[in-house]
């Protein structure tokens, strides 16, 4: 048999084993020695292709596809350097527990180290950023190589869900000629055996928990099932709940506004229950970290997410597991002062806040507090720096039927208008992106998978001319010729410009109420908000007085 049919074969079941682990989509990116995996899977019409030529921004619009999903979703390369341009998106992935599956195409044996172009060791590629690593053998026809081949797509996949989920690689190498055998049958998906477990625990290991004053503190990204679980176990125990705005909380327990909340007086608990790593807030860590209740650390899979390392107990369950559990050992809730305390500090944050807004002027702060509300419908994705700490900070509530999302998992900039439109692909809702100039900057080949796809994406452009973030922090006191190169970085750029190029319609309104109008409406667009760097410092500065003063 030649080699074209053999590859095809080979190639045909491993896709097949890729689909009966439940992959559906997948996001390729041109080149020439993923030929016939790439055609193959464009071809298939169970599996839904994207195409992005930018590998970079591929890897983060697939983060996006299985943050909106829970899906896994595979990537595809070529060899060489392509395949390297993954790695940002694979660390994020990783520190996330999101399902990617890395499937880099190789050159065989003996094009390696001979100075072949377009060659390089891909061999463990992403080091200890990935659960597993395989090297696929080259493509063979016979039943125990199609068989192996499938086996490898299906156990990849398995690997990249199994708790805690997290991205894979699967390298393959192969030879010329690279054209597959068109003409062949897709071979069936075969169902393979998928092994489940549902932990539970035992009502009488919670006693040291319950019936106590405690607190409940949520970190990283929550789908909406996750937070109502949430919210039922914050009333059944009568216990208040933080975290950020990721986390998609709400309910009557829920405190938001937590940063300004936690530079305050709030009551000490007797216990503190947390979720998954810590929250954004940096007072409700330095908050956490001087406490001296006992603290029990839930995670869905063992991932041992404790900053503090403070954790008395630490177990393995998802929300909903944990609530069951909770619910079956039938504790008596906390008495209702105690919530009542901390609802009259949240109180006394959320008035002042409100009093520094009495005049309302569109600018950073003005958009970080009332832009979760402004929104219905849809999705809000959130940009590490500003974007994220000023929602945190200043927003009171969210519009009806909004899911947050964000990359957290290593804080990067890189790759978030990509992963915005993965999620919008993805979720067939519209979403609005909340990002700064920089972050934009860093990312804007990802408005072509926007105007590739026609996506419902409404930017909002948050632009000081440089790293806002920095002026919060300790370098805003180096001198200006220091600080202004090095960390303020102004682009001078023009947006509207930028814009144009990806055919976005772009705004920049003048007041509140323009702003308001333009969202929540169809199709693609860029809204750019100026302000200054101080100009958010300024305001929360203003605030943590008014607060100091409150107290005293």
Same mark, same amino acid.
């Given at each position: 048999?030649?080699?074209?049919?053999?590859?095809?074969?080979?190639?045909?079941?491993?896709?097949?084993?890729?689909?009966?682990?439940?992959?559906?989509?997948?996001?390729?990116?041109?080149?020439?020695?993923?030929?016939?995996? $790439?055609?193959?899977?464009? +071809?298939?019409?169970?599996?839904?292709?994207?195409?992005?030529?930018?590998?970079?921004?591929?890897?983060?619009?697939?983060?996006?596809?299985?943050?909106?999903? $829970?899906?896994?979703?595979?990537?595809?390369?070529?060899?060489?350097?392509?395949?390297?341009?993954?790695?940002?998106?694979?660390?994020?992935?990783?520190?996330?527990?999101?399902?990617?599956?890395?499937?880099?195409?190789?050159?065989?044996?003996?094009?390696?180290?001979?100075?072949?172009?377009?060659?390089?060791?891909?061999?463990?590629?992403?080091?200890?950023?990935?659960?597993?690593?395989?090297?696929? $053998?080259?493509?063979?026809?016979?039943?125990?190589?199609?068989?192996?081949?499938?086996?490898?797509?299906?156990?990849?996949? $398995? &690997?990249?869900?199994?708790?805690?989920?997290?991205?894979?690689?699967?390298?393959?190498?192969?030879?010329?000629?690279?054209?597959? !055998?068109?003409?062949?049958? #897709?071979?069936?998906?075969?169902? *393979?055996?998928?092994?489940?477990?549902?932990?539970? /625990?035992?009502?009488?290991?919670?006693?040291?928990?319950?019936?106590?004053?405690?607190?409940?503190?949520?970190?990283?990204?929550?789908?909406?099932?996750?937070?109502?679980?949430?919210?039922?176990?914050?009333?059944?125990?009568?216990?208040?709940?933080?975290? !950020?705005?990721?986390?998609?909380?709400?309910?009557?327990?829920?405190?938001?506004?937590?940063?300004?909340?936690?530079?305050?007086?709030?009551?000490?608990?007797?216990? #503190?229950?947390?979720?998954?790593?810590?929250?954004?807030?940096?007072? /409700?860590?330095?908050?956490?970290?001087?406490?001296?209740?006992?603290?029990?650390?839930?995670?869905?899979?063992?991932?041992? *997410?404790?900053?503090?390392?403070?954790?008395?107990?630490?177990?393995?369950?998802?929300?909903?597991?944990?609530?069951?559990?909770?619910?079956?050992?039938?504790?008596?809730?906390?008495?209702?002062?105690?919530?009542?305390?901390?609802? &009259?500090?949240? &109180?006394?944050?959320?008035?002042?806040?409100?009093?520094?807004?009495?005049?309302?002027?569109?600018?950073?702060?003005?958009?970080?507090?009332?832009?979760?509300?402004?929104?219905?419908?849809?999705?809000?994705?959130?940009?590490?720096?500003?974007?994220?700490?000023?929602?945190?900070?200043?927003?009171?509530?969210?519009?009806?039927?909004?899911?947050?999302?964000?990359?957290?998992?290593?804080?990067?900039?890189?790759?978030?208008?990509?992963?915005?439109?993965?999620?919008?692909?993805?979720?067939?809702?519209?979403?609005?992106?909340?990002?700064?100039?920089?972050?934009?900057? *860093?990312?804007?080949?990802?408005?072509?998978?926007?105007?590739?796809?026609?996506?419902?994406?409404?930017?909002?452009?948050?632009?000081?001319?440089?790293?806002?973030?920095?002026?919060?922090?300790?370098?805003?006191?180096?001198?200006?010729?220091?600080?202004?190169?090095?960390?303020?970085?102004?682009?001078?750029?023009?947006? &509207?410009?930028?814009?144009?190029?990806?055919?976005?319609?772009? *705004?920049?309104?003048?007041?509140?109420?323009?702003?308001?109008?333009? /969202?929540?409406?169809?199709?693609?667009?860029? #809204?750019?908000?100026?302000?200054?760097?101080?100009?958010?410092?300024? +305001?929360?500065?203003?605030?943590?007085?008014?607060?100091?003063?409150?107290?005293?």
């Amino acid at each position: 048999m030649d080699a074209q049919v053999s590859m095809t074969k080979f190639l045909l079941a491993f896709i097949a084993g890729l689909k009966a682990g439940g992959v559906k989509q997948v996001v390729i990116s041109p080149g020439s020695r993923s030929t016939p995996l $790439a055609l193959l899977l464009h +071809r298939d019409p169970e599996v839904e292709c994207f195409l992005d030529v930018d590998e970079r921004s591929a890897a983060f619009f697939a983060l996006g596809l299985t943050k909106a999903t $829970a899906a896994p979703v595979a990537l595809v390369c070529t060899s060489g350097s392509a395949a390297a341009n993954y790695y940002p998106a694979v660390c994020e992935a990783e520190a996330t527990g999101q399902p990617l599956v890395l499937l880099t195409t190789d050159r065989p044996a003996e094009l390696q180290a001979v100075g072949a172009p377009q060659a390089m060791n891909q061999h463990d590629l992403y080091s200890g950023h990935v659960k597993t690593m395989v090297d696929l $053998a080259l493509p063979e026809d016979n039943p125990a190589m199609r068989t192996y081949a499938n086996w490898r797509g299906w156990t990849s996949v $398995a &690997q990249a869900l199994a708790a805690p989920a997290g991205p894979v690689q699967v390298n393959l190498p192969l030879r010329e000629p690279l054209l597959p !055998d068109l003409t062949l049958p #897709i071979p069936p998906v075969t169902p *393979h055996r998928v092994l489940a477990t549902s932990p539970t /625990l035992a009502p009488a290991a919670l006693t040291p928990w319950l019936g106590k004053r405690g607190l409940l503190v949520v970190g990283e990204e929550r789908t909406p099932a996750e937070a109502a679980a949430l919210a039922e176990l914050a009333a059944l125990l009568g216990w208040p709940l933080v975290g !950020d705005p990721l986390a998609n909380l709400a309910g009557d327990h829920y405190l938001p506004q937590a940063d300004l909340l936690f530079q305050g007086a709030v009551p000490t608990p007797e216990v #503190i229950i947390r979720f998954g790593r810590l929250p954004v807030t940096k007072p /409700l860590s330095q908050w956490l970290a001087k406490q001296t209740a006992p603290v029990l650390l839930v995670e869905d899979g063992p991932r041992f *997410h404790d900053q503090h390392q403070r954790a008395a107990a630490q177990v393995s369950l998802s929300p909903a597991a944990f609530l069951a559990a909770v619910q079956a050992a039938q504790p008596a809730p906390a008495p209702a002062s105690w919530l009542a305390t901390w609802r &009259q500090a949240a &109180q006394r944050v959320a008035r002042l806040i409100a009093a520094s807004f009495a005049t309302p002027v569109l600018d950073h702060s003005l958009v970080g507090r009332k832009l979760p509300e402004w929104l219905h419908d849809q999705d809000l994705f959130l940009a590490s720096s500003n974007a994220i700490r000023l929602v945190d900070r200043l927003a009171e509530r969210r519009g009806n039927g909004v899911r947050v999302f964000g990359n957290r998992g290593v804080n990067g900039i890189d790759g978030l208008l990509s992963t915005a439109a993965g999620i919008c692909a993805a979720s067939d809702r519209p979403l609005t992106l909340l990002i700064g100039d920089l972050a934009f900057f *860093h990312d804007l080949n990802g408005l072509a998978m926007v105007k590739r796809y026609r996506l419902p994406l409404t930017v909002v452009l948050l632009n000081n001319d440089g790293g806002g973030i920095f002026s919060f922090l300790a370098q805003r006191k180096l001198p200006a010729a220091d600080f202004d190169p090095l960390f303020a970085t102004p682009q001078g750029l023009d947006f &509207q410009a930028a814009a144009a190029v990806y055919g976005l319609p772009y *705004h920049r309104p003048a007041d509140p109420a323009a702003f308001r109008a333009l /969202l929540n409406q169809p199709g693609a667009r860029l #809204i750019e908000v100026g302000d200054s760097q101080a100009g958010p410092v300024d +305001r929360w500065h203003r605030l943590q007085a008014a607060l100091k003063g409150a107290n005293q």
